[in-house]
T-cell receptor, first 112, second 113 residues
Framework: QQQVKQSPQSLIVQKGGISIINCAYE??????FPWYQQFPGKGPALLIAIRPDVSEKKEGRFTISFNKSAKQFSLHIMDSQPGDSATYFCAAPALGYNKLIFGAGTRLAVHP | SAVISQKPSRDICQRGTSLTIQCQVD?????MFWYRQQPGQSLTLIATANQGSEATYESGFVIDKFPISRPNLTFSTLTVSNMSPEDSSIYLCSVGLAGETQYFGPGTRLLVL
């Protein structure tokens, strides 16, 4: 069964620090890798996504890095803030199906 | 993006009963999905709701337990049938826009006693 492996499971960062979450994927139908942010009691919200034409995408403090040869992609949160404390999920397109496979999630806590 | 609402937002149910969850989208969409998220866990796809045809279920999920309706391009329902405490979870509706992009509703928090 196709999987997306996400690490770490949990992460504690001091305010102002850099949070880094990594994902590794198996073969996918196409290259599209979104990250979702979920706060307690809320549904997941699309945070940022990358397509194959670039190796890095930046939106504000959030950056996705993509390494196609290694089949890995990562989320970097610069200048992490307590308001970033949430669970983050990476995802990848499933082979042969119009659906996404999600990683296990990373629970991020940013301490003041 | 799309604005997605779900009803109810939460419920407490007795075992053996059924609950129908509604998902409403503010625009017509081709792809609608139903997910389950158990406490502290990732998202597991239950089925893809197809307008005008039977839903497509993932391995481990069956129509008798999770019947789905999709009467039009803006609405879908998921029923959790003959519930047991193991069905306690968050149930999420999502829609697919612009190909692979998916947007999620706020979820329905279900507790089965």
């Amino acid at each position: 069964q196709q999987q997306v492996k996400q690490s770490p499971q949990s992460l504690i960062v001091q305010k102002g620090g850099i949070s880094i979450i990594n994902c590794a994927y198996e073969n996918t139908a196409f290259d599209y890798f979104p990250w979702y942010q979920q706060f307690p009691g809320k549904g997941p919200a699309l945070l940022i996504a990358i397509r194959p034409d670039v190796s890095e995408k930046k939106e504000g403090r959030f950056t996705i890095s993509f390494n196609k040869s290694a089949k890995q992609f990562s989320l970097h949160i610069m200048d992490s803030q307590p308001g970033d404390s949430a669970t983050y999920f990476c995802a990848a397109p499933a082979l042969g199906y119009n659906k996404l496979i999600f990683g296990a999630g990373t629970r991020l806590a940013v301490h003041p | 993006s799309a604005v997605i609402s779900q009803k109810p937002s939460r419920d407490i149910c007795q075992r053996g009963t059924s609950l129908t969850i509604q998902c409403q989208v503010d625009s017509q969409v081709t792809m609608m999905f139903w997910y389950r998220q158990q406490p502290g866990q990732s998202l597991t796809l239950i089925a893809t709701a197809n307008q005008g045809s039977e839903a497509t279920y993932e391995s481990g999920f069956v129509i008798d337990k999770f019947p789905i309706s999709r009467p039009n391009l803006t609405f879908s329902t998921l029923t959790v049938s003959n519930m047991s405490p193991e069905d306690s979870s968050i149930y999420l509706c999502s829609v697919g826009l612009a190909g692979e992009t998916q947007y999620f509703g706020p979820g329905t928090r279900l507790l089965v006693l």
